[in-house]
């Protein structure tokens, strides 16, 4: 190190050993001298040979700064020879830049003039969610990633990462590579009974995108949205990013009440259901049900988006035929993933737009982030056409159900008769119900402090939830995990149980 | 096939050789009737014995779609014993249906009942842009596809996918994989001069989500957003989606003409600017600008987004450092792409937020698509770290320089004097102005017919444009198709100078 005190210029530190070259180091040093007014506009400088010979430096070193600087405006040549601080850098600004300095930087201007906009600063109030911080026992949609077969995945990644064509790497289509919407076309109407062409499936990042595409293209700020009480959180922030305003609207037995929405004043612009699983509850929204939701988007207008998250996994009887399928008056947008079938990181899912809407969802992808990554698009289809998908749900149907035979039994075993167990037997989770009075909220923040995901119920509520009780996926766990994670949730609960709280959210 | 008149049932066919085996067939055929309203409520269906005899099929056959219908709510038990349609489903309901037939569905209901959000119907109506379709010369933002090291690459690839850890298949951070972000940072802060911390850097899929991002987190609907003019037009798209108001701001070969900023009558919420590179158009902002830019978002409390987007290729000088490294009051959001460094379809880009704005950030991330795809950047991470990522930059300059060069002298030779070329020595794509009066939209239509991508200078306007001219891009496009891209080009422009057209858009 060396320290160099000029007789024009503040003391200036160059580092010799330093990781980055003395040019820059010079350059960088100037430059602050300049913005925060050390040295001020017209203040000539030393020639490049004087300033070497100050500072014992290469003349090259002092001729790169001083060049770098010139080019971005901060020097300029001085009125016959010579260099000097541009003098077009105003006053004012150098004047409030030179009280510049560690604290000033560290200061916060009023917040009020740090503001976001209104949706997001909603969204960022809603409850921080500590059970999805942990990947263990039970985190809800995480699926078995130990049985992922790897080995044959990773020969078709490895495949098509060497044989990288132009179509892999240039940009793409915003609706998604097209071999693989064929695919997905063609096995949605095989097994979900959804009715479709490969040029209505638009490729998405995954059902939480598809679900925001469709708020952007279907909604304007205040418009209402109908949601399942309780509903998908998920969905739930998509429409308040929006701008939307959510209306609960109550489930039982058959799904959605849809004498509820057709009771309601206003026909809101959209409504999001989950008729084959609900979520989280777990029914299948009945026929009936299903057809006056259908009569009652084509007669109001409005929209109505099929979450068909994870239909794959039905353990008593067949999948459920999708509402997709039943709709003549393309009024809904079916929305569906692959995160939950192969594994989250992979980013695929998939939604089937009405025709006519199409160019308005493309229109609106590109605006969002232009398409998806193309490699993994190309790896799914081939993993799809060669029968590994089909194979991997069939193995994954059987595992879960025995994953959910065990969890039930060992609710039933540590946690005793007061606890409910909810739900349909499908899916990757189920709803374990708690006594009345029992704040799940704070079971789940006790749970996760303790390495538990229990996602609340009451999460899922946009009013003041009528029961209370915990969600548990048990699609990424094991038995022993399982064993271990209900034993430790009923010695948690048990504390709990002795010092009701009252169920305030 | 067999066709069966049933005495109390519309005819059925069924084949035995068909697809879909022979119970989904009939509970299809069922499910249909019973919609369509062919079957009524209440209505009584043979028992399983008697259909399976009439329709020379199976017991277990028949059994197995009763069943499924019956869990659907389509079929219900009979008083006493039997099947009958479920009386459930409205009359009024089965109705409207009956009507059903495949012209039904292809009719379109009144267009004002099919609504999309006015944000994304101004998207859409933005002039389609058959420029972009083609991947050859002149291709703007596409890089040099064949000069990326593949082997390396996929090498890298394989390895994560192979040894595929939990962490690289369960959820993600909606910030981005730590490792990336750490090393991010670090190439930041090194050669782009930007003051950060990894808990600061959002991993995006690109700029253009990083823009939308920031469109969310940052506007309300009405708010204003000053864009420089002529301008990016991917900004353009996201922050009208956003529904904010676009201000034109004038540019001059120092940048955004920031006195014109001040003069405004009404600060904006949010100024968008290019200051290492302009887009298009290609100057350096000028020291003097940057300084006034930032306090003026400083005492307005505005928002400046960066965008550093090609900042990598400087062929004459260093790179500039960027604006956010002078920014002491965290206004800037600064944004960049691995994109056109690397490839499109890697989906990989970054942004920078304030410290205090990272929650909200995440947030609209979490609400948008959750987070990106993990193996990408693990792979990246290593392809930064070990050295290919300097590398490939240092060659790419190399290369671009030349194209550019290529480029430049392709122009002169075949298109004559009256041509001149913009933009600053950097980057991957120069501006060639037309002459007075030629409308370059029309030049760009007529160039994609004819497989030529020159996107007009005109369509990054937001006012009627002051002079015409072409974005080339020369990154992805060798020195023979750069000849013969030029060639084409000037004979379809020679055709068009002969019938001056008046500069309408």
Known sequence: MKRVSGTFIPPIMLDSRGRSPIYRQLYDWLRTAITEGQLRPGQRLPSTRGMATELQISRISVFNAYEQLH????????????????????????????SRDRKASQRRPVSGARRVSARVAALWKVTPEPWLHSMGAFRVSLPALDHFPIEVWSKLVTRHSRRQSRTVMAYGDAMGHLPFREVIAEYLSTFRGVRCHASQILVTTGSQQALQLSAQVLLDPGDQVFMEEPGYRGARVAFMNAGAQLIAIPIDAEGMIVSEVMARPRAARLAYVTPSHQYPVGMTMSAARRISLLNWAMRSGSWIIEDDYDSEYRFGGRPIASLQGLDTHDRVIYVGTFSKVLFPALRLGYMVVPGDLAPAFSAARDAADIFSSTLYQAVLTDFIREGHFARHIRRMRM????????????????????????????????????????????????????????????????????????????????????????RKLAHLKSGLTCTKVPNAK
């Open 399 to 486: 595992l879960y159900m025995e994953r959910r035979k065990a969890l039930v039994n060992a609710i039933r075993t540590h946690m005793g008769n007061e606890i409910e167990v909810i739900g349909a037997e499908a899916g990757m989770h189920l709803v374990a119900s708690l006594p009345l009075g029992i704040d799940d909220v704070l079971v789940s923040k006790i749970a996760a402090q303790n390495g538990i995901s229990a996602m609340p119920l009451s999460s899922c509520c946009l009013k003041s939830p009528e029961r209370a009780g915990l969600i548990l996926g048990y699609g990424g766990v094991n038995a022993r995990q399982i064993h271990d994670g209900i």
């Open 71 to 98: 080019s971005e405006g901060y020097l300029e040549a001085f009125a016959g020879s010579g260099t000097c601080v541009a003098r077009a850098i105003p006053d004012d600004a150098l004047g409030v830049r030179s």
